[in-house]
């Protein structure tokens, strides 16, 4: 079965959504796609890696610039990112590996 097939079926399965759908294509199948939550939402935008004002324009600016070797991976390096440097209310600047590369640095108190 081809990826959009897949997909739509699993879309079709009550409470799947394409976040949902793209983890399961990656994780289980081995599918390169990039699940885009909250997180990835977040630092794809503040560090102007992917900036898009939907979840689909973010998604399909990310799947533009990973080079295929790390789409298998991308999306969960990049939701620990979120999570745990780039945090909502109180990001971890300091202590962020990407900061000389980030939209976002001047825009904190580091």
Do not use: Q
């Amino acid at each position: 079965m081809k990826a959009g097939a897949a997909r739509e079926a699993l879309e079709a399965l009550p409470g799947v959504g394409r976040k949902t759908a793209n983890v399961i294509l990656n994780t289980a199948f081995g599918e390169p796609t990039i699940a885009v939550d909250t997180h990835i939402f977040r630092v794809s935008n503040r560090t102007g890696l992917a900036p898009g004002k939907t979840v689909r324009e973010v998604e399909d600016r990310l799947l533009k610039v990973t080079p295929d070797e790390f789409k298998k991976d991308a999306h969960h390096w990049l939701i620990l990112h979120g999570r745990y440097v780039c945090k909502a209310h109180t990001p971890a600047c300091p202590d962020c590996l990407i900061a000389d590369l980030c939209d976002y640095r001047d825009k904190t108190t580091v």
